[in-house]
């Protein structure tokens, strides 16, 4: 008998996972009209930019960015919009349908792989970026797998950011938590690191933000304890 790859039932369980949540509508929880996702989303990349802005500078033009687990595109979209290059970009994704969308609603010039690291031969990458991609996969050799496939398409002296959850959410055991120590062990050469901890925890942001956003941003200030996700920023020694 032949032996199952791990590997393909992991993106298998992950495949069907968000089949199951699409078919169950729970992503109406993140729709975009919805002014606790409004107000997220706006953290979300006032934190990222400035770290970006940081990292690479202000200027993104010349920047070639690899976003693993691309989704529809969104986060590519902000990064065009931010002055990064279609050109110069390229996004990995799973999900057949999300790549198909994100096909769709993204400028010409960005170029799409449905599968993983793999299939991306370049290693010259000035950024390579992850929105909650290691928190979806449960297997930790495979985190480990994805994380040495990140460093090997990172070019010297290039970035890499993780943007994920650093709590686990009892109500999901389909998501796993991330920890900087967990990061900064699979990437030891790595650095220059930096991380900040951002946005109300979900079930807190869906009851307040919508009744006072004031208050969701004093909570979110004032308890760090009640920040979900974290930022991770971290750097490949040149040579």
Partial sequence: MSQRDPKLDEMSRIQSVYAER????????????RSEVRVQQSEKELTISAALANALGNDLSNAKI?????????????LVDWGAQPMNLIGTEYLEDRLDQARRCSPSGIKWHLGGLGEVSSSDFDLVTTNTVFSSILDPNERLALSREIWRVLKPGGWLLVFDFRYNNPSNRNVH????????????EGINSQNKTLLLAPPLARRIIPLSPLLGSLMTKLFPFLRSHFCFMLQKPKL
């Fill in 66 to 78: 690899l976003d693993v687990g691309c989704g529809n595109g969104g986060f590519l979209r902000t």
């Fill in 22 to 33: 699409d078919g169950i509508q729970k992503s109406s929880l993140y729709a975009w009209h």
């Fill in 177 to 188: 938590k991330v920890t900087t120590k967990e990061l900064k062990n699979y990437w030891k």
